[in-house]
């Protein structure tokens, strides 16, 4: 929820300390998530962005548990309200999903039961966690249906998921992972195949909740425009690993990292469309990510890296430090408290960090 920015950043929600999930392939092992290492504050919400392959789907799976575990290692820590998500039983686990962490992906057939109809299921969902009547629940069932934009939801309701389109059929996932007022709101591209209208909805509504309810948001995407819309912290996945994090002002206004131009370089700059309405050229970063089973030696962007230059580029793994201070006469995270970008004095500065040798204004 954009607008906590400038103040201290609140004790987090969820605390992620050097995540990395394994996963066993017939090509050898994968290392798709390397040492990740982020937090979401109540109320806040953190944008994941990166190149499809990146990790970010993985990444939030194995929060929860959900990879399977014949072939996934998971380490590192993952402290929700407090609890080690990593170390919780099945159980346990199974208690926090609902009112603990609400989940959207983007398939939603892989959430929903095509046995049972939708309002049954969000009937389920709200009654698993609380002991509320049925009649309630369905009552319930049928304002969040409105709530997400379904047409007629006193019908859908009783509608059986395949009876849906695949936008509504989002809709009613959206429904059910809000319906227990989650902890935290984990989507997964849960928008992009919704028309803007709809995600307008959508996200307004997922605002509401963390006015409401103080809810904290991931929010993977590739649609930078969503991000710039809805984020207060951008996290860009590379790799399997963050190499850029900060408010979405610093990583979006003044990227630092050159993966991080490069993917804002692929947004076509609209300012510069021609006299006849000629879009121009799209930037992109040129190559394919690395593969999980075959990372570069040393940072893992050299392949690609239009700027690279330092010898130790090829057989190093540039460390996350913070961007220097001084842009635009702001303050660094490293020097004291002083005034803050909307002139409150004493306000805190949330960090903005890379993992690169060359960028400028490196610390
Ligand atoms: N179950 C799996 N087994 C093997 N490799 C996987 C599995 N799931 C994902 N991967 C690989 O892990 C990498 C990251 O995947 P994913 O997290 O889905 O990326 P993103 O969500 O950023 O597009 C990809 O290279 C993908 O091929
Ligand atoms: S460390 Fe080197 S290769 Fe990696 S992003 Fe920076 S300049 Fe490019
Ligand atoms: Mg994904």
Known sequence: MRGGRGQPAPQPLLDVTDLRVRLRTPRGPAH?????????????????????????????????????????????QALLQGEDLLRMSPERLRQVRGPGVGMVFQDPMTSLNPVLTVGRQIVEGIRAHGDVPKAQARARAVELLAEVGLPDPVRAVDRYPHELSGGMRQRVVIAIALSNSPALLIADEATTALDVTVQAQIIDL???????????????????????????????????????????????????????????????????IGPDGEIPDLVTVTGLPPAPTDLPAGCVFWPRCPVR??????????????VAPLRNGRLGPDSPPAEGRDGQVGAGRLPHRAATWCAEGLS
Do not use: F
């Open 32 to 76: 798709v998530v390397n040492g990740l290492s982020y937090s979401v504050g109540p109320g806040e919400t953190v944008a994941v962005v990166g190149e499809s392959g990146s990790g970010k789907s993985v990444s939030v799976l194995a929060l929860l548990g959900l990879l399977p575990a014949r072939t996934a290692t998971v380490t590192g």
């Open 206 to 272: 997922v605002e509401k909740l963390q006015a409401d309810h103080g809810t904290g948001v991931i929010w993977i995407t590739h649609d930078l425009g969503v991000v710039a819309g809805i984020a207060d912290r951008v996290l860009v996945m590379y790799g399997g690993r963050c190499v850029e994090d900060g408010t979405v002002d610093d990583v979006l206004e003044h990227p630092a990292h050159p993966y991080t131009k490069g993917l804002l370089g692929a947004l076509p700059d609209l300012t510069a």
């Open 309 to 322: 230059a330092d010898p130790r580029c090829e057989t190093e793994q540039p460390p996350l430090v913070p």
